[in-house]
């Protein structure tokens, strides 16, 4: 039997763009046609997503971040071949360089539900995440771990912020995807819950409320996943790269199995209010690494790097006891040396967007 917090897995969403206009495109149904999931590693599968310019890979259930790592490189390269049959073009981004008019909204009942729900806002939604689920043992654990959690969220968000741009023009903000996000209701970090029941009940609630489609469509960035037994943590952007997505992977697993402890020794959740941390988010979201932080706890601004460094430090001996310290120092190091996705997206945009898209294809498949 495996280890509680042990078993991690990946679920990246990715924009499909037309070869000649660099725009995103609806041809995932034609791209998936031509991406059987027989040559995919044993246990990852190709999904569709809300916009028909999108389509997901999910790997299967991992216990080491190399597998991992082979399970995204072997998905990302699958559908890389797949779009360019289709005259498509593969890019991970949390927003598309260059948005199509409204795409169609993939067909089904559910999709169909939540594009009447949400109207333009669904419409026009066209981002992308990196969506890491990490086992526990059951429902109650993962409420209790994700009040651990909530604190580190938003440094996870700013180490991946990798979305500068909307239909060409630079936002200002590291992760647009966030504040797209923020449109729906009931987005951004879940509030503090006392137990499975209290959240199941508020999320009852909503969906009563007419504000979800159903129990299993929540908009917070942490939440126990309504299929699995794990903590379903889907703060950061479409990673550039494999090596961001792996290094989401390290960090969440690390965050949880941190958490475990914590709660295994008796220690409480920090208490710390939800609009510290909606402020928190907004700056991760706002500079990445390449600008101030805040501290949730104390209520202030620090460097974002040193937000990063104490990440590690909380880390540390989680990420130790799976073999995966040196590799997550070295990617993070590569991060605060190289820039963050987005800051990658605005040092070639002075070639125009065309470039920005054509090195995001390039690094897909990295």
Known sequence: MLEPGMTVGVEEEFLLVDSRTRRAVPRAAAVLAHAPMRQLPIGATLQRELQSCQVELATGVCTNLAVLRQQLLA??????VAA?????VLISSGTPVLASDDPPVTTGTRFEAISDTYAGQAAKYQSSGCHVHVGVPDRETAVSVINHMRPWLPTLLALSVNS?????????????RTVQQAGYPGSGIPPWFASAAAYDQQVA??????????????FWVARPSPRFPTVEVRIADAASTVDEAVLQAALTRALVRTALTDIAAGHPAPAISDQMLAAALWSAARYGLAGPGIDPEFGKQVPAEELV???????GPALAETGDWDRTQEVVKDLLADGTGAERQRNVAADGVVAIVDMLAEAVEQ
Do not use: C, H, K
């Open 84 to 88: 360019r049959r289709e005259n498509a």
């Open 205 to 218: 609630w909503l969906v009563g409320a007419g504000a979800l489609v159903d129990p299993s469509m929540t």
């Open 75 to 80: 998905g990302r390269q699958l559908l890389g």
């Open 164 to 176: 500068p741009f909307d239909d060409g023009t630079d936002t200002g903000y590291g992760s647009w």
């Open 309 to 315: 460094m104490r990440l590690l430090a909380w880390v």
